[in-house]
């Protein structure tokens, strides 16, 4: 048996403290389950966003004064881009975990060796993938479109990062909450959308007033959003430094939340 054990290293760990292979090829198979199906993940959201820019460019956008001292249209299209960008992260991570659990197949991830800082991590930031190419695709298309000022492509991409990491978090909990499509279609349609809508994606919250402002600014979406317009436009609703340090806490305190659920296996089944 002892040279059984010389000769096969048997218990000896192959990696180290990070299983960084394991880890890299659950982020590849996150990020190519979604490239797939580019049409419905990428370009879907693009399309939606399009259309929103179209409505509301021909319903108000002539009569529509200035915002923020820019054109309503240029203040609009950055709001749609961020917008879709934390709709799709939700939907990555809820959707990835739910499919999981309904065909089985989470076994898999749960049966190799990654521990659920990894796992969870990992799919983090393969939704974070998929919100940036989302945002980078729709810039492209949006600029042809609007004249699309850009003051400071760092703020774009640390609020896209944001928002990408912190709503695949929830939809990692949402994931592992919901024991069918219905319970996600749910939580999307009760929090996910009103807190888009409510967030100052088609207007300034300056228009609001006092009391609905201060509810509007304990909403992360609107920090995430107002930041993610800050980049392109040089201004913004409110404090982009505040922002940083609250949506740096939100995505601590839910991936933290995200990570100790599925360790506990919470709702998981197979």
């Not at 040279?3 to 198979?29: A, D, R």
């Not at 797939?36 to 108000?60: E, K, N, R, Y």
């Not at 934390?86 to 999981?100: D, E, K």
């Not at 069918?180 to 009760?190: G, L, V």
Request: include cysteine; glycine fraction near 8%; charge should be neutral.
């Amino acid at each position: 048996m002892v040279e059984i054990e010389n000769k096969y290293k048997i218990y000896e760990k192959k990696f180290g403290y990070v299983n960084w292979i394991g880890f890299w090829t659950l982020y590849k198979k996150e990020v190519l389950r979604f490239l797939i199906v580019v049409i419905q993940t990428i370009i879907s959201p693009l399309v939606t966003s399009l259309l929103f820019l179209l409505v509301l460019s021909l319903a108000i956008g002539n009569e529509r004064g200035e915002v923020l001292g820019f054109p309503f249209i240029t203040f609009l299209a950055p709001g749609l881009i961020a917008m879709q960008v934390i709709q799709q992260a939700f939907s990555h991570s809820s959707s990835s975990i739910m499919i999981g659990k309904i065909q089985g197949n989470i076994v898999d991830i749960l049966y190799a060796p990654l521990t659920a800082g990894e796992i969870t991590l990992a799919t983090n930031l393969a939704a974070c993938t998929r919100s940036i190419m989302i945002a980078l695709v729709s810039i492209i298309v949006f600029s042809f479109i609007v004249e699309l000022e850009f003051y400071n492509f760092l703020y774009i991409f640390i609020f896209v990062f944001f928002g990408g990491f912190i709503l695949s978090s929830i939809g990692i909990i949402i994931g592992l909450w919901a024991e069918k499509f219905d319970h996600m279609a749910s939580a999307t349609n009760f929090i996910i959308v009103p807190l888009s809508f409510l967030s100052g994606t088609f207007y300034s919250i300056d228009r609001l007033p006092d009391v609905l402002q201060n509810i509007s600014k304990m909403n992360p979406f609107f920090y995430i959003i107002d930041g993610f317009r800050y980049g392109f436009l040089g201004v913004s609703d409110g404090s982009v430094v505040f922002g940083i340090f609250y949506l740096s806490i939100l995505s601590c305190l839910s991936w933290f939340a995200a990570y100790i659920l599925f360790k506990k296996g919470y709702k998981i089944k197979f």
